[in-house]
């Protein structure tokens, strides 16, 4: 059995349509072709991407909840907060 579904339609999006349904540009949508990260078909001299394709693409970049953790700073102490790189301000003195 092929890759399709030969009782449905496919739905063949262009390239700007295909960028503009994942909210990015299609240079980062020929990147992600390029990658193999999205698959595309050339049709004579167009490019074309398969709209199952595309949605089935947005559900595997879902950023599970958890995950984001590296992205922001550990939380400062109340006994850190009024510390500064050098320590108390009057130790040179």
Known sequence: MSD????SQILWLNTE????RLGI??????RFINEG???AYRMGRVI???????????KLCRIEPG???????DPVS????GKG???DADAGS
């Open 67 to 73: 995950t984001l953790s590296h992205l922001y700073p």
């Open 48 to 58: 074309r991407v398969n709209q199952a394709d595309v949605d089935e693409f947005i």
């Open 4 to 7: 399709f579904q030969s009782d």
């Open 78 to 81: 109340s006994d850190d907060a």
């Open 37 to 39: 990260s999205l698959p």
């Open 85 to 87: 790189e050098g320590g």
């Open 17 to 20: 349509t295909a960028a503009k």
């Open 25 to 30: 540009t299609t240079r980062t949508l020929y």
